[in-house]
């Protein structure tokens, strides 16, 4: 077996800066010397493994996981789900995808959050999926509220949903946020912004997806996630034909 | 060109926010009954081979006050120096592993054991060493920084990591201090004075 070649660098103009002005928690938190950039060694070309038999039956549905059997969580009942690939395209399989969230009316449920919003006896928050053999993920929950949070004065989060994303080495493991297309608060919250490049922040909106909605049931909603490539897929390529 | 057929972007980064803990590690988040067992959160059982080892430390801002919101991911080899790579290489050691900074005091433990050494490239070998990926509010993109042992001298001289970070000092900040019977000490600096190399890597 030949070495699989090295990730591509992160594109960091890409990514949000680690300071970023207006989201004032970064200030204190943001490294300011240079990261050391380093082509990838066997210990970030690996990454752990997460086998079926890790995840519960009721894992990807928010709606019922926490649920006292025969309730549900209040709220608009959503799909969410999508494709995890890597920078060439290519599926990435059986890999873990997480996520977290507030409920319907914008509250976590943790004990270190004080938002007004009530509780939902039956939403805990929490979901987890391995993606199909093609790479595809999908989670049934509630539409979350957007809430406020000490930022600014009047500072608002977008509706969102947490991602948290292996791949199949730990050079592509990643956290990030999916929003809901056509929410005003996205353009508005410091944390999106602090994404330079316009295409880079519509790249995490989920648009709505008719054509999966279930009918008399809940609307779906698509959110396609990209996993870091690796330098070189030619030889692949050319070994199916291209 | 040969080489890259690179077609899409990858996903930006979000910081994970303070309440990664919700979906990172519910049942000690309180949200109990959704998963049997927190991921990530035992590396460790009877049947693992290798010495056994706790690491203990604390994550601090930029005012050294400490994080109390923090968690860090762990990624190492097993004692022979592999990675499970494909399938697990037995049903006793992963590799990974998931801790939760203290919410009052921003300290952390880890227990797993010793890496052994790992390969770099033909012929070299990479100091026995262990990943740490830290996510928290006011991270925008999760920090990777390595751990490499003070009671691995000769190791750490050659390692080729190591001995790119420039100021060479600056490598001292990735020496856990040995405190004896296999426990270590990790502090990890978000910035300042004493700030932990990061890697783009």
């Known amino acids: ?242 | 060109m040969t080489g890259s057929e690179i077609k899409l972007q990858e996903s930006p980064s979000q910081t994970a926010g303070p309440y990664v803990h919700i979906g990172c590690l519910p049942i000690a988040s309180g949200i109990e009954g959704v998963y049997s067992e927190d991921p990530g959160s035992r590396m460790i059982n009877e049947a693992t081979k290798g010495e056994r080892i706790k690491i203990e430390g604390c994550v601090y801002d930029g005012e050294a006050v400490a994080v109390t919101d923090a968690i860090i991911e762990v990624w190492q080899a097993d004692s022979m120096g592999n990675y499970p790579v494909e399938k697990p290489s037995n049903d006793t050691f992963s590799g990974w592993g998931r801790v939760a900074c203290n919410q009052d005091s921003g300290e952390f433990e880890i227990e797993t054991i010793r890496p052994g050494a790992v390969a770099f490239d033909e012929g070299r070998l990479q100091a026995p060493h262990i990943t740490l990926w830290i996510v928290a509010r006011g991270i925008n993109v999760g920090l990777h920084t390595r751990l490499y042992f003070a009671d691995e001298d000769l190791a750490n001289a050659n390692d080729p990591v190591l001995s790119q970070i420039d100021p060479a000092s600056r490598a001292q900040t990735l020496i856990a201090e040995n405190r004896g019977a296999g426990c270590y000490r990790f502090e990890i600096y978000l910035q300042g004075d004493r700030e932990t190399v990061f890697f783009d890597i």
Request: hydrophobic residues 35%; contains cysteine; negative net charge.
């Open chain 1, 1 to 242: 077996m030949t070495a699989k070649p090295p990730f591509l660098p992160r594109d960091r103009n890409w990514h949000p800066p680690a300071f970023a002005p207006a989201y004032n928690s970064s200030r204190l938190r943001s490294p300011r010397q240079a990261l050391l950039s380093l082509p990838t060694t066997p210990s970030e070309e690996a990454g752990p493994v997460f086998g079926h038999s890790l995840i519960g039956q009721l894992d990807h549905d928010l709606l019922h996981n926490y649920a006292t059997a025969g309730e549900s969580a209040i709220g608009p009942r959503i799909l969410v789900h999508g494709q995890v690939r890597d920078q060439s395209g290519r599926p990435l399989p059986h890999t873990l995808v997480e996520i977290w969230q507030a409920n319907s009316g914008g509250r976590y449920r943790h004990q270190k959050e004080s938002y007004i919003a009530a509780l939902d006896a039956n939403f805990g928050g929490c979901g987890r999926c391995l993606t199909d053999s093609e790479g595809h993920y999908r989670f049934i929950t509630v539409q979350p509220g957007p809430y406020p949070w000490p930022n600014g004065p009047n500072s608002w989060r977008p509706a969102h949903i947490h991602f948290s994303l292996f791949g199949e080495a730990f050079a592509q493991r990643l956290i990030t946020q999916m929003y809901f297309e056509g929410d005003p608060l996205i353009w508005e919250c410091p944390i999106v912004t602090s994404i330079p490049q316009r295409e880079a922040i519509e790249s995490l909106i989920a648009t709505l997806d008719l054509a999966e909605t279930l009918p008399m049931d809940m609307i779906a909603w698509r959110f396609d996630i990209t996993l870091r490539g690796r330098a070189q897929t030619w030889f692949e390529n050319r070994a199916e034909g291209l």
